[in-house]
């Protein structure tokens, strides 16, 4: 095991300057090449101790930055078409990938990585997948999976009505 020094806020282990113990793979093949970790050493410890104020007020402004995102991606509202079969499975599934590019194309900048998808996209419908813009600030998108622009906006007609129905629960209905 190995202990670091954490520069940034990672859920999972804890909060920027804590020195916590994880795998040597883990620090070695990716926390440290990401500059998100230093090596607990006692010229490290120093070193955080001089920069712990640019640090702070560098995740801050990041921070604000990731807030302004969110304020106009939270919630938002996109379409893909994609083809499907007659009973609405998708031929393949929506990636990270086609989010990304969705967003762009909607004047949002996101990189792969940050798009958490909690359950593959393999049905027509709605679904939300979140934007993790920062460690603390999450956002949530509201993705509308059609074969076609008309049938997208029958589906936002009927979600109005409905409210967010999955196809697996309309056919559980029936």
Known sequence: MTNIILLERIPSLGQM???????PGYARNYLLPKGKALRATQANLDLFAKK????????????RDAEAVFSKLDQFDMTLIRPASEVGHL????????????LEVNGFKVQ???????KPIKVLGHHEVSVVLHP???ATVKIN???????????????DVIGLIQPEEISERD
């Open 136 to 138: 603390e600030v999450k």
């Open 52 to 63: 712990k104020v640019e640090l702070e007020a560098a995740n801050t402004s990041k921070k």
């Open 112 to 118: 792969k990585s940050q798009i958490i998808i909690q």
């Open 145 to 159: 999976v059609a074969k076609s622009k008309e049938e997208a906006a029958a589906h936002f007609d009927e979600a």
């Open 91 to 102: 031929y393949g599934s929506v990636r990270s990938k086609d989010i990304v590019d969705e």
């Open 17 to 23: 300057g804590e020195v916590v113990t994880v795998k």
